[in-house]
């Protein structure tokens, strides 16, 4: 496929001009625009798109639509391809420091357990207490079925 011209560069052009390496991790951290402060964002096909994303496809190829590329050195401010890997989103959420620690959590903030019978696991990988769920859809009949 063709690139289009574009005033400001070729993509490559684009995309080299907005990150620094740090020599202590060799991550390549994105300088420029970023997407809710936490990934870098730039534009490319017509659409914002995530820089890590964009690089890496550029340097290694498609990435399958249904995989993340999970930064494995944990910076989402970086966009070297030698710190990015392909992965399901279960996988990338089980890597998750946060999922981490709250797959550790014994019982919900209402203080039950987490326990086969009473864990509904979502489709994004979360836990529900099914307690909790069926005290939530009993309130909400009583206000909105009356």
């Known amino acids: 496929m063709a690139r289009q011209l574009d005033p400001r560069g070729t993509i ?3 995309i080299y001009s907005r990150f620094v390496v740090d020599p202590f991790t060799g991550c390549h951290n994105w300088t420029g625009a970023l997407s809710a402060g936490k990934y870098g964002s730039i ?5 914002m798109q995530k820089a890590h994303r964009v690089r890496y496809q550029l340097e290694c190829g498609p990435v399958n639509p249904d995989h993340d590329l999970d930064h494995l050195c944990r910076n989402t401010r970086c966009i070297n391809p030698a710190h990015l890997e392909p992965v399901t989103r279960g996988e990338n959420l089980r890597r998750s420091p946060l999922m981490d620690r709250n797959s550790k959590k014994t019982h919900c903030s209402r203080g039950h357990e987490f326990s086969p019978e ?3 696991i979502r489709a994004n990988g979360w836990r529900t207490c099914k307690a909790c769920m069926r005290m939530h859809m009993k309130e909400w009949r009583k206000k909105n079925v009356a």
């Open 12 to 14: 490559e052009e684009r």
């Open 118 to 120: 009473n864990t509904r």
């Open 43 to 47: 534009y490319y096909e017509g659409r």
